[in-house]
């Protein structure tokens, strides 16, 4: 019998008492006329036990209170906790490997090379695994060589094949989406919007944006320099990294598409929303198994500081710390360098990098090493200040700073490309750190351009990591033909 019956039950000797016809019926409320209240028994005699009602909806009202008192606390202890480091006791499974794209008549000796996987193979391989969906994020969406008649555009014309055969009427479709460069001249759009009006990708556009990015299905990516642009594929020199089976690092890179995606419709928040948060930044990297092979930590940054949503560490903050924490070499490669950020038609120096590589060859003797593009369209004005960092060197003798200028062979006819022949790459290597971004180092890429960056930390010396296959890269570009040094003036 259940418990609510048994308070009810009524003993089995007992016996009604008959009112006469003419008793009254009783008008009193007794305690047990109420609601909530019941019979029961103790010593054969019977009590009105009355219960509380009114406890339940207070009691809820005051956790409900509690709630809105605590959460905003607790929101502040948690994001305080989002940069604090944490234990992580397993690595992660990564399959990473670096690529790159060598330009037409960039020849090195057997001696100098350090073959990689070419930048299309790589897209190529990405495409062949997609499934479900496939991101894309690139400012240039010119893959078709339609006003050069040249073999070198076979590539390009190649990939925006594939890519378009994703509208074909009856057949599997993966989910594409694209993210181009608003702020651009349409004319380096047209593929993206052919891709979009034949059914093949949605397309959107957001300003300023140097990032450059494949992201597959959650689990394989390639971040690094070459546009979706056929010149990335054979003419320009572009270094980037390519994971495959890496879902740790491709999930959260899918935060960062997320907010590019909201931002393609969308003003910058005020706030970013608790789904763009993350808790993998410099303080809380994560550690990955790098190809069953070595352990590293890792973490993805961002520019400008206001897309960054709540844990994400900036492009600009990681770039400066990892050449503050150098106690032996610092080694760039970039397209452009420049300490100036221009503002509203106004020009201002931007020192915070420059005086980072200043203070490690000043204060640590850190050897440090410059390999910057030069180009026809480079500006003569970034001589100034290579000059300048170079100049260190005369101070005193433990201070060792050395600049050079790579430079894309070409030929007359090689000239009738436009936007060809230069070396794009933009990565920093140290005796601990790698680090691979999308664009040049200049102030405007890091106050207004959408950008985006990985670095990875070697957990201890290893002879045989993703890092030394990046020195091995410079010290071949940096030993090769193509690396001039800096000199007053110099033209090509």
Partial sequence: MSERRGAHEIPGDYQPVPRTQDEPTP??????RRPNCNFRLQDERKF??????????????????????LLPWETFHRNANANSPVPVENPLPC?????????????????????????????????????TSLDIVSPHWTLRGLDINDSSTGPGDHLFDRLLSNGDAGRPKVRLRIVVNRSQDSLWHADARILANYGAADVVGINFLHSILWLV???????????????????????????TNCPPLAQDLAK??????????NEVPEYWPWIYHTHINQRRPLLLNINRN???????????????????????????????????????????????????????????????????????????????????YSDPSEDHFLRSLQALNKMR????????????PTTDELERISGGRVSCNSYMVTE???????????????????????????????????????ISIFQRDWFGPYALPLKPNLRI
């Fill in 27 to 32: 008008t009193t409320t007794s305690c047990c």
């Fill in 48 to 69: 009105c036990s009355c219960s509380h009602g009114y406890i339940i909806p207070v009691f809820i009202l005051f956790v409900l209170v509690l709630i809105v008192l």
């Fill in 95 to 131: 399959q990473l490997e670096l690529v790159e794209s060598l330009p037409l008549g960039l020849n090195y000796s057997q001696k100098e090379s350090h073959p990689l996987k070419s930048t299309f193979e790589s897209w190529q391989l990405l495409l062949g695994r997609a499934r």
């Fill in 217 to 243: 299905d959650g689990e394989h990516f390639y971040l690094g320099s070459a546009s979706m642009d056929w010149r990335s594929l054979t003419q320009r020199k572009e270094l980037g990294v390519l994971a």
């Fill in 256 to 265: 960062i598409f997320k907010a590019y995606w909201y931002l393609g419709n």
């Fill in 294 to 376: 070595h352990t590293m930590r890792a973490y993805l940054v961002i520019s400008p500081p206001g897309l960054a949503a709540t844990g994400r560490s900036h492009e600009l903050d990681a770039i400066v710390e990892t050449i503050d924490k150098a106690t032996e070499f610092i080694s760039l490669s970039l397209m452009d360098y420049s300490p100036q950020l221009r503002r509203n038609n106004k020009l201002q120096y931007w020192p915070f990098i420059d005086n980072a590589l200043r203070r490690a060859a000043l204060e640590r003797s850190v050897t440090i090493r410059l390999l910057i593009s030069w180009w026809k």
């Fill in 397 to 408: 003798e433990e201070v060792d700073i050395e600049i050079r200028r790579f430079v894309v």
């Fill in 432 to 470: 601990s750190v790698a680090f691979i971004g999308t664009s040049s180092w200049s102030g405007e890429h890091f106050t207004y351009a959408a950008g985006i960056g990985l670095v990875l930390e070697d957990m201890d010396y290893n002879n045989n990591s993703l890092r030394t296959d990046l």
